[in-house]
């Protein structure tokens, strides 16, 4: 089992639609960070979070610490937010690393 | 600030041949990191630099080595290369030591072909 498990894989939606990205981890962590991984392949650091909420934008992530789980929300969606977005986490016991979901590929349709 | 930068952006290699991947940051960051990520698959560490003059191995550090030649560049070295890495190369750096003290910064990534 992977210790950062992210649903759904895949998310295709219509501009506009609010969109949730889960994030469910087995670790305890020092932080949880959001990325965003675009067509062109460039990476994006969204957020960094270690307990409640934080939003910029459109984009809004939470953390829920005692159930080891998080989630990004976009409202509103735009066709430009189509991306890959990773959720990483650092453990304890990791401390220099992260250890990494497998990403979630969002199509928003016009 | 130029943020993180990787050279070369694409590069073909034949079976056998060396290179080395070039990084460098203009940010101060103490931290800095090779991932390299395959087709529909996630980042994979290969090393990393926790501070200027260290370097540890990662996930997949076989068939690489680096260098932390300063604190603004970190070099990733294959001696012989292999079909295998065939893979896009991300160069990453952080303020800080620790992955949870600050955000991580990525290069533009290197597409790189081995033949």
């Known amino acids: 089992k992977n210790e950062v498990e992210q649903s759904p894989q895949n998310l295709t939606a219509q501009e506009g639609e609010f969109i949730t990205i889960n994030c469910s981890y087995s670790?305890?962590?020092?932080?949880l960070h959001w990325l965003q991984q675009h067509p062109g392949g460039g990476i994006v650091s969204l957020f960094m979070?270690?307990?409640?909420?934080k939003k910029h934008g459109r984009l809004i992530a939470t953390i829920n610490i005692q159930e080891k789980h998080s989630s990004l929300h976009i409202t509103a969606s735009h066709p430009r937010d189509s991306a890959v977005y990773i959720c990483?986490?650092?453990?304890?016991?990791?401390?220099?690393?992260?250890?990494w979901g497998a990403g979630t590929k969002l199509i928003i349709k016009p | 600030n130029a943020g993180v930068t990787q050279t070369p952006k694409f590069q073909v290699l034949k079976t056998g041949q060396s290179m080395t991947l070039q990084c460098a940051q203009d940010m101060n960051h103490n931290s800095m990191y090779w991932y390299r990520q395959d087709p529909g698959m996630g980042l994979r560490l290969i090393y990393y630099s926790a501070s200027e003059g260290t370097t540890d191995k990662g996930e997949v550090p076989n068939g690489y080595n680096v260098s932390r030649l300063n604190k603004r560049e970190f070099s990733l070295r294959l001696e012989s290369a292999a079909p295998s890495q065939t893979s896009v190369y991300f160069c990453?750096?952080?303020?800080?030591?620790?992955?949870?003290?600050?955000?991580?910064?990525f290069g533009p990534g290197t597409r790189l072909t081995v033949t």
């Open positions: 990483a986490v650092s453990s304890w016991d990791s401390n220099y690393q992260l250890i």
């Open positions: 670790v305890g962590i020092s932080a």
């Open positions: 990453a750096s952080r303020l800080g030591k620790l992955a949870g003290g600050s955000e991580q910064y």
């Open positions: 979070l270690s307990s409640g909420k």
